[in-house]
Every structure is written in structure tokens, then in C-alpha cells.
């Protein structure tokens, strides 16, 4: 009896991919925009059923398809955060994920728009903490006199105000220490000396004393400006290659930091855009791999030797390219005969 009942079951789970409808399922994925479910349709249907070819000449298409629906979704959520609207921004690239085939390039905006988001945000707090500094430095005598009273009241005010100096303080090094790191030295030298003025008696970030330094130093700040220039030029590149996706602008980019390669302010931005790099040139590989699986060798072959500026002395690229040429070759021959 257990024998006779595993037979059935085997029997149902191997006519699980060759029974229902699955143009249908893909054509139902397609219209929900949910194009990893599509392909995941395509890539579990058996060879044995009818629908199966016809399926397998979908599959490129489909590939397209959630390659732009991701490029649309990526220039949306970057429209929406250059325009501040975060939660929308997150809430788009988040509902959406799931639905397209390689994500990566959503996962990258997702971190971009956070380090946008984070940088605004302590623009912002900057502003206001200097604000609350320039008030307390005018007022800081305010707590010595709050002390030489017995009323309750005034030792809990006392208290407060003490809290609020100390988380002042701190959120000011902070701030201040963060904009050092990116070479803002004019307002790391303001918050950090906001910082000092308020806690005389603590000793100053050190980052205060090198802000100063290049602040007072006419070629660091004419290298500074310089920086900053760069630095934008850079940004400028690198958010068109986001907007628009295609492999040229990525190549512009990384041109434009290779051409300033020795220059430690654009560090950071050579290190996302190898990480980009290296994610595309990973994601067109795979690309080609599976349409060249799919006989598609033609496909394949323009997709390879496309992202190969990207790497052109990559080992396995050189024997992908070369591979597919052997075999496109073969075939004209046979088509000749």
C-alpha cells in the first residue's frame, strides 16, 4: 500500500510541469509587471510540454522587459528623492523588488538614496544645531544661576538644561566629525568649534584642529574647491548611468575617476562605481549565459562583446566570446552547405 501511494505521488509531482497552462501564468505574470515570476514559469516548465517551446522564445523578451521596467523603476525613485520624498521613493523600489529579474541594480539605488536621504538629513541638523549652540552660548550662565536656587523647580530645569548641553555637545562633534569625513571642512570647523565652545574643558575632536588647518591654508582650500567640483562633475555621471542604465555612461564615469585616479577626495566614488561595475559586467554575464543555453548564441554573443570594455582582459569573457564565435561561424557554414 505505501509503495502503490509513493508511485502516485511521484507519478503526479512529474506531471506537474507538463499539465496546467503556463503561457496563461506568464501572460498573468506579465500583466502584474511580475517578471521574475514570469521567468521563473518559463525556467520550471518541462521540456515534455506542448507549450514549452513557445515559451523558450518568450524568455528574451522577457528578460527586455524587466530590464526597462527596472530602468523606469530606477529613475522614478531617484526623481522622487531628488525631490525629498523619501518614504514614497523607498516605498517604489521596495514594493516593486521582488518583481523584476536581477534586483541588484534597485538593491544600489536603495543604499544611494539612503546615503542621499542620511546626507540631508544632517544638513539639516546641522543647521539647527548650530542654531541651539549660538542660543545656549548665549545663555550659558543660565545654569549657574538655576543652581543657586532651592525651588525644586528650578534644580529639575537645571537638569534638563544640562541634558540638552551634553546631547549638544555630542550631536555637534558628531555632525561636525561627519563633515570632516567628507572634506565639508568649512562646516566641520564651525560644529566642532561650537562643540569646544560649549565643553572647554573636554578636549577637542581632532578633526577641529585639522579642519582649521586647511581652512587657513590658501592652496588647501583652492584644493578643496577643487574637490568639490570634481566630486560633483563625478556625481553628475554617475546618476546619469543610474537614470539611464546603459553601459556608455558607466564607461564615461568610470573615464572621468580613472583620469583623476591618484586623487583621495574621489575615493568613495571610484569604490561604488567598481562595485557597479562589477555587478553589471556580473549581470550581463549571466545574461548572455542563459541565452546562449537557450541556443540564443547569436543574442549571447552581441550581449559579451558589449560589456566587454568593461573588462577586456577578463579570462572567461575572452572564452565566451571566443566559443560563441566558433559556433556562430559553424553555423553560417551550415547554412551555406
Given amino acids: 500500500m505505501h509503495k502503490a501511494s509513493s508511485l502516485l505521488c511521484a507519478l503526479a509531482l512529474s506531471g506537474c510541469a507538463t499539465l496546467g497552462n503556463p503561457e496563461q501564468d506568464v501572460s498573468d505574470a506579465l500583466a502584474e509587471h511580475d517578471y521574475a515570476r514570469a521567468a521563473s514559469i518559463v525556467d ?18 522577457i528578460l527586455l522587459a524587466s530590464k526597462e521596467y527596472r530602468q523606469r523603476l530606477v529613475i522614478e525613485a531617484e526623481a522622487l528623492g531628488r525631490k525629498q520624498q523619501w518614504d514614497d521613493a523607498f516605498a517604489l523600489l521596495q514594493g516593486h523588488r521582488d518583481k523584476v529579474i536581477d534586483p541588484s541594480a534597485i538593491d544600489e539605488l536603495t543604499a544611494t538614496l539612503s546615503l542621499w536621504e542620511g546626507a540631508q538629513l544632517n544638513q ?16 550659558q550662565r543660565l545654569g549657574e544661576r538655576l543652581a543657586s536656587f532651592h525651588d ?18 555630542a550631536d555637534l562633534t558628531r555632525l561636525g566629525e561627519y563633515f570632516a569625513d567628507r572634506q565639508q571642512w568649512i562646516q566641520a570647523r564651525d560644529l566642532l568649534r561650537y562643540a569646544h565652545q560649549l565643553a572647554p574643558d573636554l578636549p577637542p575632536s581632532p578633526q577641529l584642529a585639522r579642519a ?3 581652512l587657513n591654508d590658501a592652496d588647501q582650500q583652492a584644493r578643496a574647491k577643487r574637490n568639490r567640483a570634481l566630486q560633483t562633475e563625478a556625481e553628475l555621471l554617475m546618476a546619469r548611468y543610474q537614470r539611464n542604465g546603459q553601459l556608455q555612461s ?12 591618484d586623487n583621495p577626495a574621489l575615493t568613495s566614488h571610484r569604490q561604488r562605481l567598481e ?4 555587478r553589471r559586467f556580473a549581470e550581463e554575464m549571466n545574461t548572455g549565459e542563459a541565452l ?13 562583446k558589449q560589456v566587454a570594455p568593461l573588462y577586456p582582459n ?3 569573457l575572452n572564452k565566451k566570446l571566443e566559443r560563441s564565435r566558433r559556433v556562430l561561424t559553424n553555423l553560417r557554414s551550415l547554412q551555406q552547405s
Avoid at 562595485?275 to 562589477?278: C, G, H, K, M, N
Fill in 44 to 61: 520550471n516548465t518541462s521540456p515534455k510540454h506542448a507549450q514549452y517551446e513557445m515559451l523558450q522564445t518568450q524568455y528574451e523578451g
Fill in 124 to 139: 539639516l541638523l546641522a543647521e539647527r544645531r548650530e542654531a541651539q549652540a549660538r542660543s545656549m552660548l548665549e545663555t
Fill in 152 to 169: 525644586p523647580r528650578a534644580k529639575a530645569e537645571k537638569h534638563r538644561l544640562d541634558e540638552e548641553h551634553t546631547l549638544l555637545v
Fill in 212 to 214: 582649521q588647518q586647511v
Fill in 250 to 261: 558607466l564607461l564615461a564615469a568610470r573615464s572621468f575617476l580613472d583620469k583623476h585616479r
Fill in 275 to 278: 562595485q557597479w561595475a562589477r
Fill in 292 to 304: 546562449y543555453a537557450r541556443g540564443q548564441y547569436k543574442e549571447a554573443y552581441r550581449i559579451w
Fill in 314 to 316: 577578463d579570462e572567461e
